[in-house]
């Protein structure tokens, strides 16, 4: 059996289709980028956001019904579980699309990280860190309670709301950040130096400074995603003061440029305070460790089945575009659906020749209907010529000869 789950985070949708092959092998992953965070009254999700996610929701469930997934669940952690209006937002995406929304809190969004990366137990003292918009986890991977895990209410948005002034971090709003996160970790007993030798970065975040990373030391795709940290340093001070970063950022990750700031920054002052030696990226978290936890009976969770839904993509594919990440509201346009009666479906080559029989009809109406214009223009322009008085010469006049 194929299932699908699907995560609303601050700065996007993503998903996963997997098997329940007793891996849950991951088939199939998806990801678009839209900024709930831009269509917020206060702390309350907009009728215009909530008509987007629907959208998008909706978009997503017809993708993963053409990938065969028979059961479909969609969960938001810390991009709407503390909205005031979360639960108007539940019963519209449901009215909308049939799909319920399950709202995790900050210590089962751990343990799904945790779960999702049990493999990397086998490096050396490792530590698991998820840089999320509005949260972020740390978890030391040797334990296994949820207790012992660290969650934190505020992530790459927030930081970047309240220190940063522009697109980048100035010198001064570094050292702000690096404060507040000192500050924020000790208070609630994160371990310092020597604890931990390995790091494990989850999520989009981490997956979009990777990307950068990559490009910046040439790294080869097929290798393992792992980042050195003395070149993590130099591509650091690249970005917050290289000319050319916004090529950087905008090349290798577009839709995080005004948290990748915050975001190399976060992990800089996380990597010095754990003194790691080793730095891996991991392409699972929470979408995958709730499926787990799910199928093995360890959380419950709302679904609906998808099965004998259209495997193709419906309306819903039309009427979404996605966001780019931008401060600009109306980045995103929903299709308006068209009235009237439906087009017949026709073959590909018919419809390419109705369409272009079309045009041509609608070029030469158009043309019949300029031509007597242009001809009652050249007539009065010839009529205005000819009644034109005729101008006087000046000087002695010629000569009849």
Known sequence: MKYSVIDVSSSSISMVVAANDGANEVLFKERAAISLTHYFEGNTLSQRGMEKLAALLDHMKAIAAAEGAERCYVISTAALRHVANSAQIAAYVREKTGLAVNFIDEPTEAYCDYIANLSYKRCERP?????????????DLAKSEKAEMFGFEFGLVDLSRKFVGNIYPTE???KAIRKYLEKKFDGAGVPGAGT??????VGAAAMAVYDIYADFVKADPAEEKVIEYRKFKKLVKRL??????????????????????AAVVALKTIFKRFGVERIVVSESGVKEGYLRLVLEGRETGEYVEIVGESHGIPEAAERFVADRDLPEDDVVQTVPKKRGRPKKVVADATRQSSASKAAAKKTAVKRAAQKPAAETREITQEKERNEAPVPKRRGRPRKNV
């Open 127 to 139: 530590v698991l860190s998820d840089l999320g918009g509005k949260s972020i986890e740390i978890c």
């Open 172 to 174: 001064s709003e570094v």
């Open 196 to 201: 931990y030798a390995t790091a494990v970065l």
């Open 240 to 261: 917050l003061e290289g000319a050319d970063r916004s090529r950087l950022i905008l090349k290798n990750a577009p839709e995080k440029v005004y948290v990748i700031g």
